[in-house]
Every structure is written in C-alpha cells, then in structure tokens.
C-alpha cells in the first residue's frame, strides 16, 4: 500500500474485510452506487456471477448473492467483463460474458427487482443461435432506461476482412426482458471494448475503436440525432494506427451536464503513441488538440475520465515492472488545465485496470487486485 504521505489529504481508501472480500473471484469485477448510496459490485469465478453490496462505502460487503444458479463458462477479461447498474427505483441490472448454447461467446443480462432475486439469465442477442455476442457495455440512461451494447458477428460473411458491428438493445425493468435488437454500426475493432454516455438530450453516444481503409484502428464517435434517427459515425482520433493485431484497449468517453465530451484513448499510431485526452465543446464534431498523459517507459494504458460539469477526472495505469499503480489527473475548468499526475493506489499482486465511477458529486476509484478490492475517494 502507499503510504500515508503519497496518498495525502486528498485521497480516503476504503479496506474491505477479508471475510466478505471473494478472493477466489476474478479480478475483472464491475462496481456502481445505487440512488440511496448503497455500493454494488459484480464479480466472477470460473461458473458463476456474484452480486454484493456495501452500506458502508466498500469497507464491507454483504454475503454474495448467486446471480446465475446453473454453472455457466464465464468468460470475462479485462474487455469483455461483467457490468452492473442500479436505477431510481432499485432494480439492479447485471451483464456477464459466458458461452452461450451454441456459440463460444454471448452477452447475458439478469435483472433484480428487490436487491436479492435476479431473474434467470438471458442472451441479449436475439441472434445468439447465429452469432457471438460479446464486450458487452451497460449503460443507465439520465431517464433510467438501460441501454446494452456489444459487438456481434452475425453481419460477418466475409471473415478475411475485419471488423465487427455494434447492436445493442434496451432492458425493461418491469418485465425482466429485452427489447428488439437494433444496429449502431460497421466495423469496428474486434478486441477492444466500447465506450458509452449520454448527452444531454438523454440520447447514447458511443466511442469505439474502427477499422478504417488501410488497416488503421483509430476511433470514431456513434450517434444518432434523435431516438428514431439513423445512427452515424465520424473519426476523431487521426493516429495512424495500422496493426493486424489486437490491441485490446477500448477508449473512454464522459459527456457533462454542459455537453462537453471528453474521450481518452491508447494507440500506438505513426503519429503519437501512448495514452491521450481530448474534449469537444461542439457535441463531437470537432476534438482539442490530443494531450498526452501517463509514462511512456512504465507502460501507461487503460484510461478511464469521468465528468461533473467542470471538473473532470482522468484514471490510469502504470507498470514499473515490479509494482502497478493507478494514477489520476484532474481538470477544474473542463479539460483545458490539469493537475499534475499523481498516485493514489500501487499493488505488487495482479491488478485489473482503474474504473471511475461516481456517488451523487462524489467521485470514487473502483480497483480489484489479487490483495483485495479498493474504493478510493477522489477528492477535487
């Protein structure tokens, strides 16, 4: 751990009990706070998914609660991980990557009503018979209507040339089920997860890494004018990136309460390489100039920003080949000055990568490593 001078005033960890800390679980674990503040976390082993809550902030949690009772072949990693959401009137929303019956990868969702029973599984593809379904990403819209999107390859004939589409779907609280699939878009990167938040018209934005002519893996902006508007997508990072390869580092995209959008990503392009951060003040169309954050030598990647009006948080990690740490950088004036970079968390142990989530105006970094689950707060 980081001793009490590195941390300073600015950052409160919260240590969680051995006893409720699942240690035989998967590191890649997923974590939100519910409207009266109550802490939830989804986890898995090699078979099963497993809520738990906290009332006190992540320094105890709650007896694991078994969200699919039949063993199922989970399949989570660090881009295809389970997701989990809690809307106004407390029903908790839940996905998970696991074989399906008769394809290698889908997306499930359950859903609980009453913080303990979760209805039985569910595909969200209604082509999971045809086609995998996979990095699923959850949203909770400002309304409460939760979103899931994912890559799937039911539109793949041609499998010489790359690239997935992104269908998503939304899930009715009441009834427990899905609604109709629908396309947002073409060719976009196969091994790098999708980005998701909501403008201030309540409507999703998406930020994905594509597959441009020539091979480039560089990101573009998914959208749509209105709920029955055609969904559009426009590049706005210009790196340069051509690899046959995967890089497996999805972008991240915050949108605040004034319609700013900030996005961070990872390339490695003929342009610039490492991690960078840019904002828009005109809904996407066009970006600030890329500003590059995190040590090149100590292997910065896996960004994660959140925003509340002004203020902005960046989240990252770094590798010094010995010990892993999570670094973060703040903006007061929406993304044009920073603080400078500082640590807040470091383990020896495995690690998963930094997620940012968010009480009320308070901001929180959710880490799981092989040493035990952290939530730290991120004072401004």
Same mark, same amino acid.
């Given at each position: 751990l980081l001793s009490t001078a590195a941390l300073s005033a600015c950052v409160q960890s919260a240590a969680v009990k051995q006893g409720s800390d699942h240690r035989a679980l998967g590191l890649h674990a997923a974590a939100a706070f519910g409207p009266d503040g109550k802490l939830w976390r989804a986890a898995a082993d090699k078979r099963h998914v497993y809520i738990a809550y906290s009332n006190d902030r992540g320094k105890t949690f709650s007896a694991p609660i078994t969200v699919n009772p039949e063993a199922q072949h989970i399949k989570a990693s660090v881009e295809n991980r389970p997701g989990i959401a809690v809307d106004g009137a407390g029903r908790?929303?839940?996905?998970?990557? +696991? %074989?399906?019956?008769?394809q290698p990868a889908e997306v499930y969702f359950s859903i609980a009503t009453d913080s303990e029973h979760f209805s039985p599984p569910a595909v969200v593809s209604d082509k999971? +018979? %045809?086609?995998?379904?996979?990095?699923?990403?959850?949203?909770?819209?400002?309304?409460?209507?939760a979103y899931v999107f994912w890559h799937d390859e039911r539109d793949r004939f041609d499998w010489k040339q790359p690239g997935n589409a992104v269908y998503y779907t939304t899930l009715d609280g009441d009834t427990q089920t899905a609604a109709r699939n629908q396309k947002a878009a073409d060719v976009v990167c196969e091994c790098c997860k999708i980005a998701a938040a909501f403008d201030t018209s309540g409507q999703p934005v998406l930020l994905a890494r594509f597959v441009y002519p020539g091979g480039v893996r560089d990101h573009g902006l998914i959208k749509r004018a209105g709920t029955n508007a055609d969904w559009r997508s426009w590049r706005v990072t210009f790196d340069d990136w051509r690899i046959e390869a995967c890089p497996e580092q999805g972008p991240a995209l915050a949108i605040s309460d004034d319609d700013i959008y900030h996005i961070a990503w990872f390339t490695q392009g003929s342009n610039r390489q490492g991690l960078f951060y840019a904002h828009s003040s005109d809904r996407g169309l066009h970006f600030s100039k890329p500003l590059p954050f995190g040590a090149l030598n100590k292997l910065a990647s896996h960004p994660a920003v959140i925003a509340l009006r002004q203020r902005v948080v960046l989240a990252w990690q770094e590798f010094d080949g010995v010990k892993t740490a999570i670094l973060i950088m703040q903006s007061q004036d929406g993304g044009k000055h920073w603080s400078p970079a500082k640590a807040v968390a470091e383990t020896t142990s495995e690690a998963d990568v930094p997620l940012l989530i968010r009480d009320g105006e308070a901001v929180f970094l959710s880490w799981n490593t092989g040493g035990g689950y952290r939530l730290i707060s991120l004072a401004e």
């Open positions: 908790v929303f839940v996905i998970y990557p +696991a %074989e399906g019956d008769k999971a +018979a %045809e086609a995998n379904a996979f990095q699923g990403a959850l949203a909770l819209s400002p309304r409460g209507q």
